[in-house]
T-cell receptor, first 115, second 118 residues
Framework: EPEVTQTPSHQVTQMGQEVILRCVPI?????FYWYRQILGQKVEFLVS????????KSEIFDDQFSVERPDGSNFTLKIRSTKLEDSAMYFC?????????????FGPGTRLLVL | AQSVSQHNHHVILSEAASLELGCNYS??????LFWYVQYPGQHLQLLLK??????LVKGIKGFEAEFIKSKFSFNLRKPSVQWSDTAEYFC????????????????FGKGTKLSVKP
């Protein structure tokens, strides 16, 4: 069964450094999402992406964050200058279409630790 | 704003016990409701979802959930749990656009850890 994959599984970085988290969505999916989960807290929506542009973003998704689909397969989340509070598990998800009944399929996550 | 509450942080049961995990949401319009499960070391996976029709929804692995609109609830149930059900369970909602809801992002509850003792 096709799966969403994410790399790396873990990343440790210094505060102020840039990080890029990578996701390979399921190949025929058109809608892509990033979520994050700070330890002990809820999974929170960050951003959705369709047709090479952001569809919706949350308040968390400020100017430090950007997303890109640089080629036909990868979907990346960049944090320009990491802060301690960016430490979290980051999940990518993809969906066939934007129809609400369609299931979002999640990747295994990237655990980001900012020191 | 939409939100989802899961009442139990950690539930510990013995095998064969019945399970009910609470989920309440706050949203005035039409909602689409989900339960996701995350087994240790694995992805978030969809257990079941409700969009319309029969408020009793059956999912995978013997799970079911009942949507009670008057109580803004979508509780997850299983009559007899197994050790392999040990996981974290997340309730989530998508608000329908006709009431100003989002176009598809999930709003999650905090999750409930279920530990089943063999």
């Amino acid at each position: 069964e096709p799966e969403v994959t994410q790399t790396p599984s873990h990343q440790v970085t210094q505060m102020g450094q840039e990080v890029i988290l990578r996701c390979v969505p399921i190949s025929n999916h058109l809608y892509f999402y990033w979520y994050r989960q700070i330890l002990g807290q809820k999974v929170e929506f960050l951003v959705s992406f369709y047709n090479n542009e952001i569809s919706e973003k949350s308040e968390i998704f400020d100017d430090q964050f950007s997303v890109e689909r640089p080629d036909g397969s990868n979907f990346t989340l960049k944090i320009r200058s990491t802060k301690l509070e960016d430490s979290a598990m980051y999940f990518c998800a993809s969906q066939t279409s934007g129809v609400l009944q369609e299931t979002q399929y999640f990747g295994p996550g990237t655990r980001l630790l900012v020191l | 704003a939409q939100s989802v509450s899961q009442h139990n942080h950690h539930v510990i049961l013995s095998e064969a016990a019945s399970l009910e995990l609470g989920c309440n949401y706050s949203y005035g319009g039409t909602v689409n409701l989900f339960w996701y499960v995350q087994y240790p070391g694995q992805h978030l996976q969809l257990l079941l979802k409700y969009f319309s029709g029969d408020p009793l929804v059956k999912g995978i692995k013997g799970f079911e959930a009942e949507f009670i609109k008057s109580k803004f609830s979508f509780n997850l149930r299983k009559p007899s749990v197994q050790w392999s059900d040990t996981a974290e369970y997340f309730c989530a909602v998508i608000g329908a656009p006709d009431y100003g809801g989002s176009q598809g992002n999930l709003i999650f509850g905090k999750g409930t850890k279920l530990s089943v003792k063999p």
